[in-house]
């Protein structure tokens, strides 16, 4: 039998909408699996922390160590299977920074909509402004692609998650590398700006790609990082032990709360429902619920299926206490 972990960032309920959820929250998979499960750990973190809850879990670190992004870009450039063995990378995000009334602010990098062949053109310009810089540049995919800045390792950076939504003046990259970061940055947009690429996703609706994000500076493989699949609308039996489930943290970023609701009702039905079906027959022999908002992580643990509480009413109270 197999240990299993759901990770399901933002799956905690805002608390002012508390009230509203719990009439309207119909997860009866869930509510079985939450019968059989106990708050394990909680973690708070501060309100400008430079990463999400979740992302410093994947990268096993706690609360009270974050001081930084999560030195990721190596595992990242790895699952985008580029070869790395050498150098301190960061990832490198194309985001949109839009003007609110006096500050700029991220949009959410799932909102973007880039496709390939547009993000291969704007990293070709920014290839060539990198070369210039002396910096090099690798292409993993649309949204990620990497830096190799040696002599930026000391930058203190935040995920385009965490800063999501926000004035990115608190958000911005800080410390020795900083004034050159920006330089790169500001020549990356300057020539990003009026593209013809850029001007054809005004026309069709889109939001114009002009700017980059720098995160996850790395100079190695971090030994603590925990592997997860994500989840795909399989059944549970048929993923790896160890499932992120990240479909609802771009509707929570954008307060999209009945898109949210949407997506709960379907991943009670997609997941959550075999899942349980399996835990009845006996597949799982742990089971872990790990879930987040902007600032908290929960951690909610049956030790052992044969004493799963299956004579117990279901209920979503361990989800709506931990919004309390």
Same mark, same amino acid.
């Given at each position: 039998?197999?240990?299993?972990?759901?990770?399901?960032?933002?799956?905690?309920?805002?608390?002012?909408?508390?009230?509203?959820?719990?009439?309207?929250?119909?997860?009866?998979?869930?509510?079985?699996?939450?019968?059989?499960?106990?708050?394990? !750990?909680?973690?708070?973190?501060? %309100?400008?922390?430079?990463?999400?809850?979740?992302?410093?879990?994947?990268?096993?670190?706690? @609360?009270?160590?974050?001081?930084?992004?999560?030195?990721?870009?190596?595992?990242?450039?790895?699952?985008?299977?580029?070869?790395?063995?050498?150098?301190?990378?960061?990832?490198?995000?194309?985001?949109?920074?839009? +003007?609110?009334?006096?500050?700029? +602010?991220?949009?959410?990098?799932?909102?973007? %909509?880039?496709?390939?062949?547009?993000?291969?053109?704007?990293?070709?310009?920014?290839?060539?402004?990198?070369?210039?810089?002396?910096? !090099?540049?690798?292409?993993?995919?649309?949204?990620? &692609?990497?830096?190799?800045?040696?002599?930026?390792?000391?930058?203190?950076?935040?995920?385009?998650?965490?800063?999501?939504?926000?004035?990115?003046?608190?958000?911005?990259?800080?410390?020795?590398?900083? $004034?050159?970061?920006?330089?790169?940055?500001?020549?990356?947009?300057?020539?990003?700006?009026?593209?013809?690429?850029?001007?054809?996703?005004?026309?069709?609706?889109?939001?114009?790609?002009?700017?980059? &994000?720098?995160?996850?500076? @790395?100079?190695?493989?971090?030994?603590?990082?925990?592997?997860?699949?994500?989840?795909?609308?399989?059944?549970?039996? %048929?993923?790896?032990? !160890?499932?992120?489930?990240?479909?609802?943290?771009?509707?929570?970023?954008?307060?999209?709360?009945?898109?949210?609701?949407?997506?709960?009702?379907?991943?009670?039905?997609?997941?959550?429902?075999?899942?349980?079906?399996?835990?009845?027959?006996?597949?799982?022999? !742990?089971?872990?619920?790990?879930?987040?908002?902007?600032? $908290?992580?929960?951690?909610?643990?049956?030790?052992? +299926?044969?004493?799963?509480?299956?004579?117990?009413?279901?209920?979503?109270?361990?989800?709506?206490?931990?919004?309390?």
């Amino acid at each position: 039998m197999k240990n299993l972990t759901l990770i399901l960032p933002f799956a905690i309920p805002p608390a002012e909408f508390l009230a509203d959820f719990r009439k309207s929250l119909n997860m009866p998979a869930l509510s079985g699996l939450l019968a059989g499960l106990e708050l394990s !750990t909680q973690q708070e973190f501060d %309100d400008f922390s430079p990463a999400l809850p979740h992302e410093y879990w994947q990268a096993g670190l706690q @609360a009270e160590t974050p001081a930084n992004s999560p030195p990721l870009a190596w595992h990242f450039m790895q699952e985008a299977r580029l070869p790395v063995s050498e150098g301190f990378w960061f990832l490198l995000q194309p985001v949109h920074i839009h +003007v609110a009334r006096d500050h700029l +602010v991220l949009t959410d990098t799932e909102r973007l %909509d880039i496709r390939p062949e547009e993000s291969e053109a704007f990293f070709a310009i920014a290839t060539e402004v990198a070369q210039e810089y002396g910096l !090099t540049l690798q292409y993993g995919n649309a949204q990620q &692609w990497f830096v190799r800045a040696d002599r930026w390792r000391e930058l203190r950076t935040c995920t385009s998650a965490a800063a999501s939504g926000h004035n990115i003046d608190i958000w911005m990259p800080r410390g020795d590398g900083e $004034r050159q970061w920006r330089q790169f940055q500001n020549e990356v947009q300057m020539r990003w700006h009026d593209h013809p690429l850029n001007q054809e996703r005004e026309m069709r609706g889109l939001r114009t790609v002009n700017s980059v &994000w720098i995160s996850c500076g @790395a100079d190695r493989l971090l030994p603590s990082f925990r592997t997860s699949a994500i989840w795909n609308g399989k059944a549970a039996s %048929d993923n790896p032990s !160890t499932l992120l489930i990240d479909t609802l943290s771009s509707h929570a970023l954008n307060s999209d709360w009945g898109m949210w609701l949407e997506q709960m009702q379907t991943i009670d039905q997609q997941l959550f429902a075999p899942l349980l079906a399996d835990i009845r027959e006996g597949k799982w022999q !742990t089971v872990t619920i790990l879930i987040s908002d902007s600032r $908290r992580l929960c951690e909610l643990r049956c030790r052992k +299926v044969p004493g799963w509480k299956f004579w117990q009413r279901g209920s979503l109270e361990p989800l709506f206490g931990a919004a309390a």
